[in-house]
Protein backbone atom coordinates (compact mmCIF):
# COMPACT_ATOMS: atom_id res chain seq x y z
CA UNK A 1 0.00 0.00 0.00
CA UNK A 2 2.80 2.45 0.94
CA UNK A 3 4.41 2.05 -2.39
CA UNK A 4 1.16 2.86 -4.36
CA UNK A 5 0.80 6.08 -2.66
CA UNK A 6 4.27 6.97 -2.86
CA UNK A 7 4.00 5.85 -6.63
CA UNK A 8 0.35 8.52 -6.99
CA UNK A 9 2.62 11.13 -4.57
CA UNK A 10 5.31 11.36 -7.14
CA UNK A 11 2.90 11.29 -10.27
CA UNK A 12 0.84 14.30 -8.92
CA UNK A 13 3.78 16.04 -8.14
CA UNK A 14 5.28 15.93 -11.75
CA UNK A 15 1.54 16.64 -13.07
CA UNK A 16 2.10 20.21 -11.31
CA UNK A 17 5.25 20.69 -12.44
CA UNK A 18 4.36 20.14 -15.90
CA UNK A 19 1.38 22.20 -15.79
CA UNK A 20 3.29 25.00 -14.68
CA UNK A 21 6.00 25.02 -17.39
CA UNK A 22 3.11 24.12 -19.67
CA UNK A 23 1.61 28.22 -18.31
CA UNK A 24 4.71 29.35 -18.20
CA UNK A 25 5.69 28.61 -21.79
CA UNK A 26 2.10 29.20 -23.60
CA UNK A 27 0.50 31.57 -21.50
CA UNK A 28 3.58 34.15 -20.56
CA UNK A 29 1.76 36.87 -20.15
CA UNK A 30 -0.64 35.17 -17.27
CA UNK A 31 2.58 35.45 -14.96
CA UNK A 32 3.78 39.30 -15.97
CA UNK A 33 0.42 40.66 -15.93
CA UNK A 34 1.02 42.54 -12.96
CA UNK A 35 4.29 43.46 -13.55
CA UNK A 36 3.27 45.35 -16.85
CA UNK A 37 2.50 49.07 -16.41
CA UNK A 38 -1.05 49.80 -17.17
CA UNK A 39 -1.78 52.77 -19.19
CA UNK A 40 -4.30 55.19 -17.75
CA UNK A 41 -6.04 58.62 -18.60
CA UNK A 42 -4.22 61.33 -17.01
CA UNK A 43 -6.18 64.63 -16.48
CA UNK A 44 -5.71 67.66 -13.98
CA UNK A 45 -5.44 71.34 -13.28
CA UNK A 46 -3.57 73.68 -11.22
CA UNK A 47 -3.30 77.47 -9.86
CA UNK A 48 -0.35 78.94 -8.34
CA UNK A 49 2.47 81.83 -8.46
CA UNK A 50 5.72 82.24 -10.33
CA UNK A 51 7.32 83.03 -6.82
CA UNK A 52 10.90 83.31 -8.08
CA UNK A 53 13.47 84.48 -11.23
CA UNK A 54 16.47 82.29 -12.72
CA UNK A 55 18.46 84.60 -14.34
CA UNK A 56 18.97 85.26 -17.19
CA UNK A 57 15.34 83.48 -18.30
CA UNK A 58 14.09 80.89 -15.58
CA UNK A 59 11.21 80.69 -13.59
CA UNK A 60 10.20 79.02 -10.39
CA UNK A 61 6.38 77.98 -10.41
CA UNK A 62 4.68 76.86 -6.78
CA UNK A 63 1.46 75.64 -7.04
CA UNK A 64 -1.38 73.68 -5.76
CA UNK A 65 -4.55 71.48 -8.25
CA UNK A 66 -6.05 68.21 -8.19
CA UNK A 67 -5.84 65.02 -11.01
CA UNK A 68 -6.62 62.03 -11.63
CA UNK A 69 -3.99 59.50 -9.42
CA UNK A 70 -2.32 62.28 -7.91
CA UNK A 71 -5.58 63.54 -6.15
CA UNK A 72 -4.83 67.03 -4.26
CA UNK A 73 -1.38 67.36 -5.22
CA UNK A 74 1.25 70.70 -4.75
CA UNK A 75 3.93 70.66 -7.35
CA UNK A 76 7.32 73.35 -8.25
CA UNK A 77 8.24 73.80 -11.43
CA UNK A 78 11.38 75.12 -13.04
CA UNK A 79 10.86 77.20 -16.81
CA UNK A 80 13.44 78.26 -19.01
CA UNK A 81 12.33 80.68 -21.32
CA UNK A 82 13.71 80.35 -24.96
CA UNK A 83 14.22 83.69 -27.06
CA UNK A 84 12.45 81.47 -29.74
CA UNK A 85 9.62 81.40 -27.26
CA UNK A 86 10.16 77.77 -26.18
CA UNK A 87 10.02 76.55 -22.85
CA UNK A 88 11.30 74.26 -21.22
CA UNK A 89 11.84 72.56 -17.69
CA UNK A 90 11.19 70.30 -15.12
CA UNK A 91 8.03 69.73 -12.18
CA UNK A 92 7.81 67.82 -9.42
CA UNK A 93 4.21 66.94 -8.76
CA UNK A 94 3.70 65.35 -5.03
CA UNK A 95 0.62 63.60 -4.17
CA UNK A 96 -1.55 63.70 -1.49
CA UNK A 97 -0.09 60.34 -0.40
CA UNK A 98 3.11 62.12 -0.50
CA UNK A 99 4.59 60.09 -3.39
CA UNK A 100 6.21 62.44 -6.30
CA UNK A 101 5.79 62.31 -9.63
CA UNK A 102 8.87 64.26 -12.58
CA UNK A 103 7.78 65.71 -15.73
CA UNK A 104 9.67 67.39 -18.00
CA UNK A 105 8.00 70.37 -19.94
CA UNK A 106 8.19 70.92 -23.84
CA UNK A 107 6.27 73.72 -24.59
CA UNK A 108 6.30 77.50 -26.74
CA UNK A 109 4.53 80.40 -25.94
CA UNK A 110 1.07 80.51 -28.60
CA UNK A 111 0.35 84.13 -27.35
CA UNK A 112 1.47 86.67 -25.43
CA UNK A 113 0.01 85.06 -22.03
CA UNK A 114 -0.76 81.44 -23.30
CA UNK A 115 1.82 78.40 -23.23
CA UNK A 116 1.01 75.35 -25.10
CA UNK A 117 2.67 71.86 -25.41
CA UNK A 118 3.69 68.72 -23.33
CA UNK A 119 4.57 67.51 -20.42
CA UNK A 120 6.79 63.81 -20.60
CA UNK A 121 6.39 61.86 -17.72
CA UNK A 122 9.66 60.12 -16.39
CA UNK A 123 9.35 58.26 -13.18
CA UNK A 124 8.83 59.56 -9.66
CA UNK A 125 8.98 57.74 -6.33
CA UNK A 126 6.73 55.08 -4.38
CA UNK A 127 3.79 54.21 -7.20
CA UNK A 128 5.23 56.33 -9.38
CA UNK A 129 8.86 54.88 -9.74
CA UNK A 130 8.94 53.90 -12.99
CA UNK A 131 5.82 55.52 -14.34
CA UNK A 132 5.94 57.22 -18.15
CA UNK A 133 3.17 58.78 -20.20
CA UNK A 134 2.26 62.19 -22.25
CA UNK A 135 0.22 64.40 -21.53
CA UNK A 136 -1.04 67.70 -23.52
CA UNK A 137 -0.48 71.02 -21.46
CA UNK A 138 -2.14 74.50 -21.90
CA UNK A 139 -1.06 77.59 -19.48
CA UNK A 140 -1.97 80.65 -18.85
CA UNK A 141 -0.88 83.95 -17.31
CA UNK A 142 -2.55 87.24 -17.20
CA UNK A 143 0.55 88.90 -15.93
CA UNK A 144 3.68 86.48 -15.31
CA UNK A 145 2.77 86.75 -11.70
CA UNK A 146 -0.50 84.46 -11.64
CA UNK A 147 -0.54 81.04 -13.44
CA UNK A 148 -3.11 78.52 -14.50
CA UNK A 149 -2.33 75.04 -16.55
CA UNK A 150 -5.00 72.59 -17.51
CA UNK A 151 -3.47 68.94 -18.52
CA UNK A 152 -4.78 65.89 -20.32
CA UNK A 153 -3.23 62.97 -21.35
CA UNK A 154 -1.84 58.89 -20.21
CA UNK A 155 0.14 57.50 -17.46
CA UNK A 156 1.59 54.59 -17.35
CA UNK A 157 2.79 52.63 -14.20
Not at 2 to 16: F, K, L, M, T, Y
Not at 39 to 47: E, I, V
Not at 57 to 79: D, I, S, V, W
Request: proline share 4%.
Amino acid sequence: MRAISEGCGRRAGWVVVALAVTMAVGSPDLIRAGDEPVARPFKGSAQGYITGQIPPNGLFLEMAGQATHLGQFTREEYAYLGADGSVVGTIVFTAADGDELWVVIDGAFTSATDVAGRYIIAGGTGRFQAATGEAAFQAYTPDFHYAEVTFEGTIRY
